[in-house]
């Protein structure tokens, strides 16, 4: 695995930031008022379901299947949308020819890191680090009362949450030469990506046998 600073994009395509640039906006106004609702909705809905799903449902299963999906938004949303309108950060990943995996970590420079709004950016970054910060306490508490069931669902979160903070930070400091360093003890990043699509999979599979078992009973 290695890192790399070129993406992979076309000579004519806009240089990274400058399609979504907006000088207009007045100082101390969110540029993007509904990107900054976003970062902060699925994150933390999904807090707020987990501390009292108990309160709306029963079933394990449904509120495992809620939480999960909640988390694989804010997954996406933040890695791939808030992240790059927000703080002018982008980490993405591409295999190339050779099949080999390179992990791309990309900021602003120069001018058009200095539009970047205070406001926004100081939303993004205490999102981003409180909340695995949150979930580090509900994995400690679930880890002491030996709620194994409820673990795995922090786990989930602790994963999908730890890998953008991971990502942005790299993005934010990192070097060439660190990146390249680094990308080698973090294995979970390429898994994480992928795992989203198996986690949703599996959050059907299970919403389909739940209601053919229903339906069994009815008949």
């Not at 969110?30 to 902060?40: A, G, M, N």
């Not at 890695?79 to 992990?103: A, C, F, P, Q």
């Not at 080698?184 to 898994?191: A, G, L, M, R, T």
């Amino acid at each position: 695995m290695s890192s790399a600073t070129v993406p992979l994009l076309e000579d004519d395509t806009l240089a990274f930031g400058d399609e979504d640039l907006d000088t207009s906006t007045k100082k101390g106004v969110l540029t993007h008022p509904y990107v900054t609702f976003f970062h902060l909705a699925f994150r933390g809905c999904a807090l707020f379901f987990y501390l009292f799903c108990r309160v709306f449902t029963d079933s394990f299963i449904s509120s495992f299947i809620m939480i999960v999906l909640l988390l694989s938004m804010d997954f996406w949303t933040v890695k791939n949308i808030t992240g790059r309108l927000m703080v002018g950060l982008r980490w993405w990943n591409y295999v190339d020819d050779e099949g080999k995996s390179h992990w791309i970590f990309e900021s602003r420079k120069g001018q058009l890191q200095s539009r970047i709004n205070d406001r926004e950016s100081t939303i993004f970054w205490t999102a981003l680090i409180l909340t695995p910060f949150m979930w580090c306490i509900l994995f400690l508490i679930a880890f002491l009362s030996l709620n194994l069931k409820w673990l795995l669902i922090v786990l989930i979160a602790l994963i999908l949450n730890g890998s953008n903070l991971y990502g942005y930070i790299k993005c934010k400091i990192g070097t060439n030469e660190s990146i390249s360093s680094v990308t080698k003890i973090f294995p979970y990043s390429s898994f994480t990506e992928c795992s989203i699509y198996g986690i949703t999979s599996k959050c059907k599979s299970i919403c389909e046998f739940k209601f053919k078992h229903c339906m069994k009973y009815e008949y």
